[in-house]
């Protein structure tokens, strides 16, 4: 076998680790913050776990990075959060936002490991796979203990194969009334998780910033994220199925910074990535002419949010460049 340092990174391998680090590198000042503000000690070994393997992440992923001869992101530093502050946000949020950007991760690294030849950069994302099915078992079963969890509905038990007999499936039955199938479902319920990861984040950064600009994007983002929230909720009221409930109780009335206005811009704009990418997915699967317009409706508009995120980051020179191809000269 060939010694993986003479064999080039690909364009895959490459954006895989370089956002991956850029990711890991954001989301460590987070865990250190959850770290540090968590109130049971259950919640705050999690956190303490999921920060220890999140830079031990980061060293490997900087060496290959290195290795290859590529510059590592800037990131962030120390002066970008208040370890001293007094905390934001509820522990069972806390568990919630490490639930949701596990299953962030685990979709992550499986699309990294999947689109990975290099011995070594296998070897590397299937470590960061497993790492991140650990913290999701572990964050689920404390969620469970602790007698929050809420799960997607339970459905009928379909004891025979069945085979889709009209085309009108597409469209629903008797007048768009067919129910959601199980994949429709499950998507859904995702999708909305981020919604209102992003709502009650996006709600609790905003009453800590002293800048009326970084507020006033904020509170944006929180008007896109519950718009959108009601608009797929009523997917589930037609079904008649449970309605995962908002978490602004969970924030606290604390006013003092906790994160630097760059760190929580960025990593809204991080989330309404993830919100894209999970509409887009979720397209993919869905077989209901109703869905298909919603999604597409809130592609659209997510997507011209985060462009307008993104411009903003470019205007203050807060937005790292990813590596690309070389423009001819």
Request: glycine share 6%; net charge negative.
């Amino acid at each position: 076998m060939s010694n993986p340092k003479s064999i080039l990174l690909t364009a895959s391998e490459l954006g895989y680790l370089w956002t991956g680090y850029s990711i890991n590198e954001m989301s460590k000042w987070y865990l250190k913050i959850f770290r540090e503000h968590s109130i049971k000690d259950d919640v705050k070994n999690l956190f303490a776990f999921a920060l220890q393997n999140t830079n031990e992440m980061l060293v490997d992923r900087a060496e290959i990075l290195s290795n290859d001869g590529y510059a590592i992101p800037v990131g962030f530093s120390h002066t970008d959060i208040d370890v001293s502050s007094t905390p934001l946000f509820s522990d069972r949020f806390m568990l919630f936002y490490l639930h949701v950007g596990s299953k962030l991760g685990l979709n992550f690294h499986s699309r990294s490991l999947a689109l990975s030849t290099r011995v070594d950069v296998r070897k590397y994302n299937t470590e960061c796979l497993n790492f991140a099915t650990v913290i999701h078992e572990r964050v689920v079963d404390l969620i469970l203990n602790k007698g929050f969890y809420m799960k997607t509905p339970a459905l009928p038990t379909q004891t025979f194969p069945e085979y889709i007999q009209k085309s009108s499936y597409l469209n629903g039955w008797l007048g768009d009334t067919r129910p959601m199938n199980s994949m429709e479902i499950a998507n859904h319920y995702l999708i909305i998780e981020i919604l209102l990861m992003v709502e009650t984040l996006a709600s609790g950064f905003a009453q800590t910033s002293d800048s009326e600009e970084i507020v006033e994007i904020l509170q944006k983002g929180v008007t896109v994220a519950n718009k959108q929230y009601h608009a797929m909720v009523e997917f589930l009221e037609k079904e008649e199925l449970p309605i995962p409930t908002s978490y602004s109780a969970e924030i606290t009335d604390s006013k003092k910074r906790v994160f630097s206005d760059r760190i929580m811009v960025t990593h809204l704009t991080g989330l309404f990535g993830s919100l894209l990418s999970q509409y887009g997915f979720s397209l993919g699967t869905v077989m209901n002419h109703n869905l298909v317009t919603a999604y597409t409706t809130q592609i659209s508009k997510t997507g011209a949010f985060t462009e307008k995120l993104s411009r903003f980051l470019i205007e203050k020179e807060w937005l790292e460049k990813v590596p690309g191809a070389r423009s001819k000269t």
